[in-house]
């Protein structure tokens, strides 16, 4: 069965560092989402993605944060400057068409910032 | 905006007992709704789903009806296992794919053998 997929599973980084989540998107999928979960609470959007470019964001999603698609298959989220309220479980998500009721995540990143 | 309220948790059941978790919306048209269930150390998996009023989601024997008048998706199971065990996210959408989910805080449930 298709599945996301997403690396690493558990990063750990300092206060400050730039650090890209990746993620594999079904292949026929059509639009893709990042969302984090910050331990025990809800699980928050933070921006979708389709035809290349960014089609919503959350006000989480602030100027330190950027998606790209570089190569047609990977799914990245960037933090330039991480800060320790960064630390959640990032996960991507993945759904094949507008209407299609039911998206597919990935098994998460755990950011650690420390 | 959107938002999704889930009863809190944690639930604690004995095996073979009836799970209900109560989840109510606010959503502007028509909404649909899902259950998300998160397994220890796992990803979101989709439960069951409902895309308009009165429809009936049911997967492994847990069940949710969307309720438009009372703007309602609680999620039930007549006997659930240990292996039921996880954390129930309810959550809506009312543009699938363009727009994305919102997610309700999350309801743990566990189940005592």
């Not at chain 2, 028509?30 to 796992?42: A, D, I, N």
Request: aromatic fraction near 12%; glycine fraction near 8%.
């Amino acid at each position: 069965e298709p599945e996301v997929t997403q690396t690493p599973s558990h990063q750990v980084t300092q206060m400050g560092q730039e650090v890209i989540l990746r993620c594999v998107p079904i292949s026929n999928h059509l639009y893709f989402y990042w969302y984090r979960q910050i331990l025990g609470q809800k699980v928050e959007f933070l921006v979708s993605f389709y035809n290349n470019e960014i089609s919503e964001k959350s006000e989480i999603f602030d100027d330190q944060f950027s998606v790209e698609r570089p190569d047609g298959s990977n799914f990245t989220l960037k933090i330039r400057s991480t800060k320790l309220e960064d630390s959640a479980m990032y996960f991507c998500a993945s759904i094949r068409t507008e209407g299609n009721t039911e998206a597919f995540f990935g098994q998460g990143t755990r950011l650690t910032v420390v | 905006g959107n938002s999704v309220t889930q009863m809190e948790g944690p639930v604690t059941l004995s095996e073979e007992a009836f799970l209900t978790i109560n989840c109510t919306y606010t959503a502007t048209g028509y909404p649909s709704l899902f259950w998300y269930v998160q397994y220890p150390g796992e990803g979101l998996q989709l439960l069951l789903k409902a895309t308009k009023a009165d429809d009936k989601g049911s997967n492994k024997g847990f069940e949710a009806t969307y309720r438009k008048e009372t703007t309602s998706f609680h999620l039930e199971k007549g006997s659930v296992q240990v292996s039921d065990s996880a954390v129930y996210f309810c959550a809506l959408s009312d543009r699938p794919g363009r727009r994305a989910l919102t997610f309700g805080s999350g309801t743990r449930l566990q189940v005592q053998p």
